[in-house]
C-alpha cells in the first residue's frame, strides 16, 4: 500500500451559490492546505481519517488509512507512514508540531464475526496522538455505522453524517478506483479463431 497526495480540488457549488473547492480524499491519500474555502470530504467505514491543523499557520490537513492484517506488526507502519506524511507536510507548510490540533473519525464495525479491524484502525489513530504529544480535540470513533466525513483545513471545523448504506458499498468507495489497462492499438491483421 502506498500514500499519495489527493488530487487537485473540483469545484461544487456553496450554499451562498458561489463555487465552493473540494478534495475527496480516499484510501491511502492525504492532502493539506491554507485554501480557507477549501473542504477535505471522505467516506469512512472501518478506516480511520485523521483531521489535523496549526490554527496560528492556519494550515491544516486530512488522510484516510486502514491497517492491514492484525494489530501490531507489518500492519502498522501502514498507519504511521499515512501520520507521518500528513504531519510532515504540515510543518512544510509553517505548522509547529505543538500546536497541531487533531481530530480522528471512522473505524467501525461493519461486519459482525470478522476481526475488528475498525477498533483496530481507531486505537491506533489514538495512540499515535498520544505518542507524539499532539492534542486531540475530538472526533467519532468506533460504533456500527459508516460516516461521510467534511473538513475545512483552515478553520478546523467538521461535520459528520452517519450513513445507512451497506458495508459493501463502504468498502467500495474507501478504496482507490483501479484503472482498467488501456485496449492495444489495432497494428495490423487480426486473425479470429
Known amino acids: 500500500m502506498s500514500f499519495t497526495l489527493a488530487q487537485e480540488p473540483e469545484r461544487a457549488a456553496s450554499r451562498e451559490g458561489e463555487p465552493a473547492r473540494k478534495v475527496h ?24 481519517a485523521a483531521c489535523v491543523r ?18 501490531g506488526g507489518e500492519g502498522l507502519r501502514y498507519g504511521v507512514q499515512s501520520m507521518e506524511l500528513l504531519v510532515n507536510a504540515l510543518l512544510r507548510r509553517g505548522a509547529r508540531r505543538d500546536r497541531l490540533e487533531v481530530k480522528l473519525f471512522g473505524g467501525a464495525r461493519l461486519i459482525d464475526g470478522l476481526t475488528d479491524v475498525g477498533s483496530q484502525n481507531a486505537a491506533f ?27 475545512w483545513p483552515v478553520s478546523g471545523r467538521a461535520r459528520q453524517v452517519l ?15 483501479r484503472v482498467a489497462p488501456a485496449p492495444e492499438q489495432a497494428g495490423g491483421d487480426m486473425e479470429l479463431f
Open 25 to 48: 480524499v480516499i484510501q491511502g491519500q492525504y492532502h493539506v492546505s491554507s485554501d480557507a474555502d477549501l473542504v477535505l470530504t471522505t467516506i469512512l467505514g472501518s478506516c480511520v
Open 163 to 177: 450513513l445507512e448504506a451497506s458495508s459493501q458499498q463502504v468498502f467500495a468507495t474507501e478504496r482507490p478506483a
Open 125 to 151: 489513530g489514538e495512540r499515535f496522538v498520544r505518542d507524539e504529544g499532539l492534542t486531540y480535540v475530538g472526533g467519532s470513533l468506533r460504533g456500527q455505522r459508516a460516516r461521510r466525513i467534511q473538513y
Open 54 to 71: 496549526d490554527p496560528v499557520a492556519g494550515v491544516g490537513g486530512m488522510n484516510h488509512f486502514l491497517l492491514p492484517g492484525e494489530e
